[in-house]
C-alpha cells in the first residue's frame, strides 16, 4: 500500500511540491554560508597589516634591486672582460692561412739553360731549358705562423692601464647612479609620509565638517538656521571629500612610484614609518665639504677623464715605435712535388707603419694635449661646484627645518581654533560663517605644513646627495 502511495505521488508530481521548498530552503542556507565565510576571509585579510618599510630598508632594497642601478653594474663587468682582453695582447699571437683547391690549369716555370751556373768541365747546369709543371689534382698551401710581441709589449701596456680607467669610469658611474637612487628613494618615501598626513588632515576636517553639518540640520529643523546654511556646508564637505580623494589618488602614485625604484611590483604593500627626524644642527660645514671632496663621483670621474687623456697622449706618441715581434713561420705545400713539402722559419718580424707621415702624428700629440689640459680645467672646476652644491644644499636644509617648525606650530593652532569654533557652535555662541573660514583657514595651514614637509625631506635628499652619501 505504500509502494502505491509512492508511486502515486511520483506520477502526479507530488514529489516535486515537497521538494521545492526543502531546495530552496537548502540553497538559502549554503549561499548564507558561502557570504559568511566571504565576509570572514575578508575581514581576516583586512586585519593584516602590510610589512613596515623603514627608510633604510627602502634604500637598501633599492640598491639591490633598482633596474638602473643593475644596468649601471652590467658597465662595470663590460670593464673587466675589456681588462682581460687588453691583457691578452701579452701573449704570443696565432695565424693560420691556408689554400687548397683544384688549379684551373697547370702551374708552369722554366729553369732557362745554365741558370743554376756554368762549371768547367760540366758546362752549363741545366742543359737546355727545363719546363716545370704541377699536376692536376688537389693542391695546397698553408701557412702558419706564431708571433711574440716584443716592442708592443710597451703599447699593451698603455691599453691595459686605459682599461683600467675605463672600468674605474664605470665604478664612479655605478656609485653616482646608485646615490641618485637613494636620493630619489628617501624623496618619494617621505613625500609618501606626507602625503599620510595630509589624507590623515583631511580626515580629522572632514569629521569637523560633518558634525557642523548634523549641528546645522539640528538647528534647520528647530526653525534656528536656514536651510541655505545646511546646503553651504554640505558643499564644504562634498569639496573636503574631493580633496580627500585626490591626496589618496596622489598617495597611490607615491608609492606605486617607491616600488618601482625598489624593482618591485607596483601593488606590493607596505606601511611607512611617519615620525622621523631630519636635525641639522650636527652639521659642520667644512667637515661637510670635505666628506664631498671624497666622496662625490663627479670629482672622481674627472680625475680619471684626466688619466684617460694623459694615457690616449701616451699611446699616440709610442706609435712612433716600430712594431718587433719574435716569430715561427711554417710552409707547408701538397701536391707541388717540385717544391719542398716543408719548410719553417725562427726569427723577427718588423712593421712600422708610415714612419714618414709629414707631421700628422705629431699634430694628433698636440691636440690630445690640448685634451689633457682641459680635463684638468674641467677636474679643478667640478671640486669648486661641489663646494658650493654642499654649502647650497645646507643652507637650504636649515631653512627647511625651521619651515617645517612655524608650519607645524600654525598647523596646530588652526586645528584647536576649528575645534574651539565648533564646540562654540555647537553651544550657539558662534556663526557657522566663523566655522567655515575657521575650516578654510585650517586646510590652507595643513597645505603650508605638507608643503614644508615635503621641501625638508627633499632638502634632505639633496643634501645627503649633495655629500656622496648611499
Known amino acids: 500500500m505504500c509502494q502505491q502511495y509512492f508511486d502515486e505521488l511520483w506520477r502526479t508530481g507530488g514529489f516535486t511540491r515537497i521538494a521545492r521548498p ?9 549561499a548564507a554560508a558561502a557570504i559568511c565565510t566571504l565576509a570572514h576571509s575578508s575581514i581576516h585579510a583586512q586585519d593584516a597589516k602590510p610589512p613596515l618599510l623603514t627608510e633604510s630598508d627602502a634604500v637598501a632594497i633599492a640598491l639591490s634591486h633598482n633596474r638602473d642601478s643593475q644596468k649601471s653594474a652590467l ?74 710581441p716584443l716592442s708592443q709589449l710597451y703599447k699593451v701596456r698603455l691599453g691595459v692601464e686605459t682599461a683600467h680607467v675605463q672600468q674605474q669610469m664605470a ?15 628617501k624623496q618619494v618615501y617621505h613625500q609618501i609620509v606626507s602625503a599620510q598626513e595630509s589624507v590623515s588632515s583631511d580626515g580629522v576636517q572632514i569629521r569637523f565638517l560633518e558634525e557642523a553639518l548634523k549641528t546645522t540640520n539640528r538647528y534647520v529643523e528647530q526653525e534656528m538656521a536656514l536651510k541655505a546654511d545646511s546646503m553651504q556646508l554640505e558643499a564644504a564637505l562634498a569639496q573636503q571629500r574631493l580633496k580627500e580623494c585626490h591626496d589618496n589618488n596622489e598617495l597611490v602614485t607615491y608609492n606605486e612610484q617607491l616600488n618601482l625604484l625598489l624593482g618591485r611590483d607596483l601593488d606590493s604593500p607596505f606601511e611607512v614609518e611617519s615620525s622621523q627626524d631630519a636635525s641639522t644642527d650636527e652639521i659642520d660645514l ?47 705545400l701538397q701536391n707541388l712535388e717540385f717544391l719542398s713539402n716543408n719548410s719553417a722559419v725562427a726569427g723577427f718580424s718588423l712593421e712600422w707603419q708610415n714612419p714618414w707621415d709629414w707631421g700628422r702624428r705629431s699634430a694628433r700629440i698636440s691636440a690630445l694635449k690640448h685634451v689633457t689640459e682641459q680635463q684638468r680645467l674641467s677636474a679643478e672646476d667640478a671640486r669648486q661646484k661641489v663646494l658650493m652644491d654642499v654649502s647650497e644644499r645646507l643652507r637650504n636644509l636649515k631653512e627647511a627645518r625651521l619651515a617645517v ?43 603650508s605644513y605638507i608643503d614644508a614637509l615635503q621641501h625638508l625631506w627633499s632638502a634632505r635628499a639633496d643634501f645627503d646627495r649633495a655629500l656622496g652619501e648611499e
Open 22 to 30: 526543502l531546495l530552496h530552503r537548502a540553497a538559502r542556507l549554503l
Open 75 to 148: 658597465d662595470i663587468q663590460r670593464g673587466n672582460d675589456a681588462i682581460r682582453e687588453a691583457r691578452s695582447y701579452y701573449f704570443p699571437g696565432f695565424q693560420v692561412h691556408a689554400v687548397a683547391g683544384y688549379p684551373f690549369q697547370q702551374l708552369q716555370f722554366t729553369l732557362p739553360e745554365g741558370s743554376l751556373g756554368v762549371y768547367p768541365g760540366t758546362g752549363p747546369i741545366p742543359g737546355r731549358n727545363v719546363d716545370i709543371t704541377s699536376g692536376n689534382g688537389f693542391q695546397m698551401l698553408a701557412l702558419t705562423s706564431i708571433a711574440q
Open 171 to 185: 665604478v664612479a658611474l655605478n656609485r653616482d647612479q646608485r646615490n641618485r637612487v637613494t636620493a630619489q628613494t
Open 286 to 332: 667644512s667637515a661637510a665639504r670635505e666628506r664631498a671632496l671624497r666622496q662625490r663621483q663627479e670629482i672622481r670621474a674627472a680625475d680619471l677623464q684626466i688619466q684617460k687623456a694623459r694615457l690616449d697622449e701616451r699611446r699616440e706618441t709610442a706609435e712612433y715605435i716600430p712594431d718587433i715581434s719574435a716569430q715561427v713561420t711554417y710552409l707547408r
Open 405 to 447: 617648525t612655524a608650519a607645524s606650530t600654525a598647523q596646530e593652532a588652526s586645528a584647536e581654533k576649528l575645534r574651539n569654533v565648533t564646540n562654540q557652535y555647537r553651544e550657539e555662541q558662534a556663526l557657522l560663517q566663523d566655522v567655515l573660514k575657521q575650516s578654510a583657514d585650517f586646510d590652507q595651514t595643513k597645505a
